[in-house]
């Protein structure tokens, strides 16, 4: 059966710092990836998807920036980190574009 | 473009009651559709989806879900509701289009069960 894992389940840091935060799949090969930032009280905002090693597609101009350097693993970062980039980061995998998204369980992320 | 709404924020049910959630969707074609639960602090957890053939489906928790192309329409149903069944409940469509980002999430509905 397939797995997502994230990492780390929660962090606080000041403005101004990097980030990384880490996804990776496990039991399937070639998946479609996604990384999610959801507010507090709002809804899925997507900000990357990949559909293959080294494809991103950015979907909101932002600070921050993805990489997938292998093909289960899937990386958001950012540089300096902004006090709005505080949030839930939701990672997912699908086997296509269409099809139903399989979530990880999240990184709360505290920016102060 | 495809689009979801969710035209209740938050919806109040007693236990034991009956449930509805609505969902209206936008879309040319025959559209993948999904519902999904988040409970607090944790990922969203699919409880059903629709690609084609009957158009009641059945999902996990005691949840369907029912197509009715006419009205544009996937609305979660459940006879009886337990207070674990307190969560956010997401509507999603599925359709590709060359080189698309994959699933269009509504913007959630927020289930409160009273005892």
């Known amino acids: 059966s397939q797995t997502i894992h994230q990492w780390p389940a929660t962090l606080v840091q000041p403005v101004g710092s990097p980030l990384s935060l880490e996804c990776t799949v496990e039991?399937?090969?070639?998946?479609?990836l996604y990384w999610y930032r959801q507010a507090a009280g709002r809804g899925l905002q997507l900000l990357f998807y990949?559909?293959?090693?080294?494809?991103i597609s950015s979907e909101v101009p932002q600070n921050l920036s993805a990489s997938r350097p292998q093909d289960r693993q899937f990386i958001l970062s950012s540089k300096k980190l902004l006090l709005s980039d505080s949030g839930f980061y939701l990672c997912a995998w699908s086997r296509g574009l269409q099809y139903e998204q399989y979530f990880g369980p999240g990184t709360r992320l505290t920016v102060t | 473009a495809q689009s979801v709404t969710q035209p209740d924020i938050h919806i109040t049910v007693s236990e034991g009651a009956s449930l509805e959630l609505r969902c209206n969707y936008s879309y040319g074609a025959t559209p993948y559709l999904f519902w999904y639960v988040q409970s607090p602090g944790q990922g969203l957890q699919l409880l059903l989806k629709y690609f084609s053939g009957d158009t009641l489906v059945q999902g996990i928790k005691g949840f369907e879900a029912e197509f009715k192309r006419s009205q544009s329409s996937f609305n979660l149903r459940k006879p009886s509701v337990h207070w674990s069944d307190a969560a956010e409940y997401f509507c999603?469509?599925?359709?590709?289009?060359?080189?698309?980002?994959?699933?269009?999430f509504g913007k959630g509905t927020h289930l409160i069960i009273q005892p």
């Open positions: 039991g399937t090969s070639n998946p479609n």
């Open positions: 990949s559909v293959g090693i080294g494809q």
């Open positions: 999603a469509v599925g359709a590709v289009r060359g080189g698309a980002d994959g699933l269009t």
